[in-house]
């Protein structure tokens, strides 16, 4: 009786074995080579294009929640929420009154580049 319960564990754990092999083989690894020019990629990309604009918003945004005051946002890159109240969201259409279009749609300004590497 000991003895079936060890060799129906013995398979579980063989059938196991197998399934974390089966996945392990899915995973895709990506280089940094092949990162940096993707982000490359994103960042030379059309700011017309819709499918640009929600690919940026899936690779770095994870959940934007939505209050009558304010908007909290939680990006992929970390847990700590940032939070856009009235006074900035104010702040920044004063700022920018002289464009026409949405600041989702504008282009980012120039970046001075940094010494950080991916």
């Known amino acids: ?3 079936e319960r060890i060799e129906k ?3 579980e754990k063989e059938e196991l ?3 974390i092999a ?3 083989n899915k995973q895709i ?3 940094a080579p092949q990162i940096r020019a993707f982000l490359y990629a994103l960042k030379k990309g059309n ?5 640009n604009r929600r690919g940026i918003i899936n690779i770095f945004l994870r959940a934007i929640y939505l209050y009558d005051e304010r908007m909290t946002l939680l990006l992929n890159g970390g847990d700590r929420p940032i939070t856009i109240d009235d006074i900035l969201l104010d702040e920044i259409e004063a700022n920018n009154a002289e464009f026409a279009c949405s600041l989702m749609t504008a282009p980012a ?3 001075k580049k940094t010494a950080y590497r991916i």
């Not at 700011?47 to 499918?51: I, K, L, R, S, T």
């Open 22 to 24: 089966i996945e392990m």
């Open 1 to 3: 009786m000991i003895t």
């Open 109 to 111: 300004p120039t970046i």
């Open 47 to 51: 700011v017309n294009d819709e499918n």
């Open 9 to 11: 564990r013995k398979k």
């Open 17 to 19: 074995q197998a399934q």
């Open 29 to 31: 690894v990506f280089t």
